[in-house]
């Protein structure tokens, strides 16, 4: 079983920067994707990014392309956002998750494809 543990949500203004970080433990070998997703109140839970854990393949929600930059650090099971140029709208709770499934770019955002998730960490950005 993964655990997964989010760390680094906080309050910034617009224009900002924030890095999440996701921390793996437990049964990580087979989890070949991890990604972010953010859900705001009132709105459904939306892929935001996702990484091959065993290689260099990336995915992007439209939305922070050019913005965001997922990564990952092996060595310690952990997953980074680094998230730039923040906004308002991308204010949300921020979700890890991972999954053994492969992922491609049509179907990364689909959040039932992956099987552990964290409890999320808090993103608020004010204008």
């Known amino acids: 079983q993964v655990h997964l543990v989010e760390s680094g949500g906080g309050s910034v203004q617009a224009g900002g920067s924030l890095r999440l970080s996701c921390a793996a433990s437990g049964y990580t070998v087979n989890s070949d994707f991890m990604g972010w997703f953010r859900q705001a109140p009132g709105k459904e839970r939306e892929g935001v990014a996702a990484?091959?854990?065993?290689?260099?393949?990336?995915y992007y929600a439209d939305s922070v392309k050019g913005r965001f930059t997922i990564s990952q650090d092996n060595a310690k099971n952990t997953v980074y956002l680094q998230m730039n140029s923040l906004k308002p709208e991308d204010t949300a709770m921020y979700y890890c998750?991972?999954?053994?499934?492969?992922?491609?770019?049509?179907?990364?955002?689909?959040?039932?494809?992956?099987?552990?998730w964290g409890q999320g960490t808090q993103v608020t950005v004010s204008s």
């Open positions: 990484i091959y854990t065993r290689g260099s393949i990336t």
């Open positions: 998750a991972a999954t053994s499934n492969w992922l491609s770019q049509t179907n990364w955002e689909r959040a039932q494809l992956y099987g552990a």
